[in-house]
């Protein structure tokens, strides 16, 4: 999910309540147990996503983009900065006291965003598409506000590393086999 009203990086996002709860941009989540200094953690963390998922207005239409895609873009800098950046998101979701399960779903959007992140190119829009920070925010405040969700969690990383080890198993083979063809090719087996 991502911001589309083009509000102020410093401003709450207003999710119906209206109360002084809401997380921050680009969450669109409330905390109504949240204490202030968590609310106020919970804001900057907001801001940090909204900065590197939704800061600009793609032009002519209502979809935002951060600035996570375009540093990306840049020759020798990569996604080095940018991932440092989600990693701090993730970090201070742990002291907040987000359950381990959601930090490990969370490490996991992190790991997906690293590694299709990482395609020149390819990556970059799929980073403008997957706006992991924004995710990571929305999960850590949902799972401050509902820690029962936390097995929900936990059942998403199972399936979804068990999903990433078959493919990297399929892959694997594949490069197998055509490192085999290739040999039988050029007449070495």
Not at 16 to 28: E, F, K, L, R, S
């Amino acid at each position: 999910m991502s911001r589309r009203d083009g509000a102020a990086p410093n401003a709450a996002v207003d999710t119906g309540g209206g109360t002084d709860a809401d997380v921050g941009v680009g969450t669109g989540v409330e905390v109504e147990g949240a204490d202030d200094d968590e609310r106020a953690e919970l804001l900057a963390l907001g801001r940090l996503s909204y900065y590197l998922d939704d800061l600009f207005r793609v032009p002519g239409t209502s979809y935002r983009i951060g600035l996570d895609p375009l540093v990306g873009l840049v020759p020798g800098v990569g996604d080095v900065p940018t991932s440092a950046a989600s990693a701090y998101i993730v970090a201070r979701a742990a002291a907040l006291g987000v359950p381990r399960a959601t930090l490990a779903r969370m490490l996991l959007v992190l790991v997906v965003d690293a590694v299709f992140g990482s395609l020149p190119l390819v990556g970059d829009v799929f980073d403008a598409v997957w706006k992991a920070n924004t995710r990571n925010v929305r999960l850590a405040a949902t799972r401050l506000d509902e820690p029962e969700g936390a097995s929900l969690d936990r059942r998403y990383v199972v399936v979804v590393t068990a999903l990433l080890t078959l493919l990297l198993v399929l892959v694997g083979v594949g490069v197998g086999v055509a490192a085999w063809w290739a040999l039988v090719r050029v007449g070495v087996v």
